[in-house]
């Protein structure tokens, strides 16, 4: 073969080394994640909210005092996920004491169906609230009567974070959920999504010398 050909051949080959590697590469599966262990298994929890909890849609912010929530550690070893998050299922939040940014709105919030949160230890240690399709809805009265429908067509996964301590805290930042907005004159209905905050401290109600715990 002359020096030419030898040299192209070559060449080709080069390339097309480079570009079975690039494909490899590309196609490497992510890491797992790691694992996670919620304690005490078996132990009731409760949910409270601190402070206050807001839900933001377009203009409108609806303010809540007062929301509880309870669940389940799942009992070992269901506790226990090697390679990813410990879910547990909740009853859904109840949010009362609630008032609108717009003078003259009464907001009433209203939950429904399976909720779930899971916990995946880490740095932090992060956790997502699951909202069912169409399982949390507020509807304001007064100068504006609106609808807001959460995860109106899918469930929604809210993340947020997770601290072990005495109590625990859960904790959603600027958490997204999308939402529908139907009704007439003053209601955001071209927002698509809406904004959550709040924090929950989370007690153990099996034995309250306890504490909730995630861990590896």
Same mark, same amino acid.
């Given at each position: 073969?002359?020096?030419?050909?030898?040299? !192209?051949?070559?060449?080709?080959?080069?390339?097309?080394?480079? @570009?079975?590697?690039?494909?490899?590469?590309?196609?490497?599966?992510?890491?797992?994640?790691?694992?996670?262990? =919620?304690?005490?298994?078996?132990?009731?929890?409760?949910?409270? !909210?601190?402070?206050?909890?807001?839900?933001?849609?377009g203009?409108?912010?609806?303010?809540? $005092? =007062? @929301?509880?929530?309870?669940?389940?550690?799942? +009992?070992?070893?269901?506790?226990?996920?090697?390679?990813?998050?410990?879910?547990?299922p909740i009853?859904?939040?109840?949010?009362?004491?609630?008032?609108?940014?717009?003078?003259?709105?009464?907001? /009433?919030?209203?939950?429904?169906?399976?909720?779930? %949160?899971?916990?995946?230890?880490?740095?932090?240690?992060? +956790?997502?609230?699951? %909202?069912? %399709?169409g399982? !949390?809805?507020?509807?304001?009265?007064? !100068?504006?009567?609106? $609808?807001?429908t959460?995860?109106?067509?899918?469930?929604?996964? =809210?993340?947020? $974070?997770?601290?072990?301590?005495?109590?625990?805290?859960?904790?959603?930042?600027?958490?997204?959920?999308?939402?529908?907005?139907?009704?007439g004159?003053?209601?955001?209905?071209?927002?698509? +999504?809406?904004?959550?905050n709040?924090?929950?401290?989370?007690?153990? /109600?099996?034995?309250?010398?306890?504490?909730?715990? %995630?861990?590896?």
């Open positions: 073969m002359s020096r030419t050909r030898t040299a !192209l051949a070559l060449g080709l080959a080069a390339a097309g080394a480079l @570009s079975v590697a690039s494909v490899t590469a590309t196609a490497a599966p992510s890491p797992l994640a790691g694992s996670t262990t =919620v304690t005490p298994a078996g132990h009731s929890f409760k949910a409270a !909210l601190s402070g206050k909890a807001t839900l933001k849609a203009s409108v912010t609806v303010t809540c $005092t =007062v @929301s509880v929530s309870t669940g389940t550690v799942p +009992a070992a070893p269901g506790n226990q996920n090697p390679a990813g998050p410990v879910s547990s009853t859904p939040p109840t949010y009362s004491s609630c008032t609108s940014s717009i003078p003259g709105v009464t907001p /009433t919030v209203t939950t429904s169906g399976s909720w779930s %949160v899971s916990m995946q230890n880490g740095s932090p240690i992060t +956790a997502t609230m699951t %909202v069912p %399709v399982g !949390l809805v507020v509807h304001t009265t007064g !100068l504006a009567t609106c $609808t807001v959460a995860a109106p067509t899918a469930p929604a996964n =809210v993340g947020g $974070t997770w601290v072990n301590g005495a109590p625990p805290s859960l904790t959603f930042t600027n958490a997204s959920v999308p939402v529908t907005v139907t009704g004159f003053g209601c955001p209905t071209s927002a698509t +999504a809406s904004v959550f709040a924090v929950y401290k989370v007690t153990d /109600t099996t034995d309250p010398a306890q504490q909730i715990t %995630v861990g590896p």
